[in-house]
């Protein structure tokens, strides 16, 4: 076999190269290339992980005055088992307490999973498409795909960029955009951050209706009922 020569040597590795970024099936191609693992730590699943949550949130009735309250959320990693389609997933264990110096109420159990390129969350027995990997800005996908509430489009934004809450800033985070329109009677306006080793660290969500049963109440943002929720990671850790 003929024995390259320095000038074939030089161009052979720009070559091989081009032709591992450029042909996905090829064996250069990075085993994990639908969820990098790093990607994964944005969505983390360890035992014994938890965040808490001071929550802030106004609900609007048309039958009584505004109700404004503020309480702590605790959520926690648990053990993990198989769910019902033979998939590994983890509890999600949720406490409540209306004041730092209060105990932890058990609240309700959620759960939380990685399958294929989606992080899912079961919340209140629906199941909700947080994120897909890879990550990246613009990315869109359908966040009600594995349950019947209708189509809802989420989309990445501020892809690893730093995020501040409270006195915490998060050097890695990436934005979801559930929903963010307004109109003269509605609006609504759902976002969630999560950072990197940490997960959710700020959520809000506003969903109101206005006055439009006459005239002089529409575009006038009376609001007839609907609620402003915001979550605010407090602290995190393993425990």
Excluded at 217 to 236: A, E, K, L, S
Aim: hydrophobic letters at 35%.
């Amino acid at each position: 076999m003929a024995i390259p020569t320095i000038r074939q040597q030089f161009t052979f590795w720009p070559q091989l190269v081009i032709g591992c970024l450029s042909v996905s099936l090829l064996t250069c191609r990075p085993t994990d290339a639908v969820r990098p693992a790093d990607e994964s730590a944005y969505f983390p699943l360890t035992e014994g992980h938890y965040v808490v949550y001071d929550v802030s949130e106004q609900q609007f009735s048309l039958t009584s005055a505004p109700v404004q309250r503020t309480y702590q959320v605790k959520e926690r990693i648990e053990q993990r088992y198989t769910d019902a389609t033979g998939q590994p997933a983890f509890r999600l264990l949720r406490f409540r307490r209306s004041a730092t110096q209060e105990p932890w109420q058990p609240d309700s159990v959620w759960s939380a999973r990685l399958v294929n390129n989606e992080a899912i969350r079961t919340e209140n027995g629906l199941d909700f498409v947080k994120l897909v990997f890879p990550l990246s800005d613009r990315l869109r996908w359908d966040g009600n795909r594995h349950n019947a509430a209708g189509s809802d489009e989420y989309e990445l934004r501020n892809s690893r960029q730093p995020y501040r809450v409270h006195t915490m800033t998060f050097g890695e985070t990436v934005t979801v955009v559930a929903q963010n329109d307004s109109t003269l009677v509605s609006q609504d306006k759902r976002v969630e951050v999560y950072a990197r080793q940490v997960g959710l660290i700020y959520r809000e969500r506003i969903q109101l209706r206005y006055c439009s049963s006459s005239p002089g109440c529409i575009g006038r943002n009376q609001i007839d009922y609907g609620i402003r929720q915001f979550y605010r990671i407090r602290t995190y850790g393993t425990e």
